[in-house]
């Protein structure tokens, strides 16, 4: 684990906890920032003893995006992302690690998840939100499009076409039960309670197994994307042989099946 300025990693077993940490700004994304959360999410892409992530905010918000003042005042700018040298940290890449990664990402949503900020929410597999969270598309306030870092593609699979045009046309804020009732967030509780449900929802995924849960999370977008059912359940299915075959009941389950796994497996 490296020394980090702008985050807090605390391990807890198999768990991490992630608070972003720049209070002082509501955790705003700065060049910083965002080298470390590359750095760490880079570093998960082979490491399967961690098997969850808790993601969070210190202090009054989750993340209020890209700090303008910071960039403002910066020469350095944003780190640029894949170069001519290689990959490098970028924001984009970020979200791209994070849905890479094997484990399972929990965000805890309380105060403004605004812009980038809330593409990190939405690049988390679970969403916990605490009854302060507001969330929105920031890029259109700008003079940008709605459409960064992955917003065009995860808000419409979340929401639905018409809710996810109206957040990323008008940069309007979704509130914790709007958010709950879009399907946006799993669950609301006060926001002293996110750490306790959080900690229930964490046990309950650990008692996965440990391949089961990475190959749900690789699974389910890949299925979102397919149309035939009958891909989708040859997808399904080959993932279930791959966790038999891997699971320490292996051969018990796959008696019980008929003895055929293994034959299909091949």
């Known amino acids: 684990m490296r020394d980090y300025s702008t985050i807090e990693v605390v391990r807890d077993g198999a768990v991490d906890w992630l608070t972003l940490n720049r209070p002082e700004r509501l955790n705003a994304l700065d060049g910083t920032m965002v080298r470390e959360l ?8 082979s490491n399967y003893r961690q098997r ?15 700090d303008l003042t910071w960039f403002q005042k910066s020469r350095e700018g944003l780190p640029p992302g894949d170069t001519d040298a290689g990959p490098g940290p970028s924001l984009d890449g970020i979200i791209l690690k994070m ?50 870092l992955g917003t065009s593609y995860f808000l419409p699979r979340m929401v639905g076409m018409s809710v996810a045009a109206e957040l990323m046309m008008t940069g309007r804020f979704i509130g914790a039960d709007r958010a709950l009732a879009a399907g946006l967030v799993s669950q609301v509780v006060e926001d002293d309670e ?29 299925a979102a994307e397919i149309d035939d059912l009958a891909s989708v359940i040859a997808l399904e299915e080959r993932t279930q042989l791959q966790c038999i075959e891997a699971g320490p009941f292996g051969a018990s389950v796959a008696e019980a099946l008929g003895g055929g796994s293994k034959t299909r497996a091949e």
């Not at 920031?138 to 459409?147: E, M, N, R, T, Y």
């Open 38 to 45: 590359w750095d760490y999410f880079d570093a998960l892409q």
């Open 99 to 148: 849905r890479a990664c094997p484990q399972a990402i929990v965000a805890l949503v309380h105060g403004a998840a605004c812009g980038g900020g809330f593409n990190l929410a939405l690049a988390s597999d679970i969403r916990l939100a605490g009854r302060s969270a507001r969330m929105n598309v920031a890029f259109v306030k700008l003079g940008l499009s709605g459409c960064e």
């Open 52 to 66: 969850v992530v808790v993601m969070r905010g210190a202090g009054k918000g989750f993340c209020a995006g890209l």
């Open 194 to 222: 996110l750490e306790a449900e959080a900690r229930a929802l964490v046990e309950d995924l650990l008692a996965a197994s440990p391949i089961g849960l990475r190959k749900t999370k690789r699974v389910l977008p890949r």
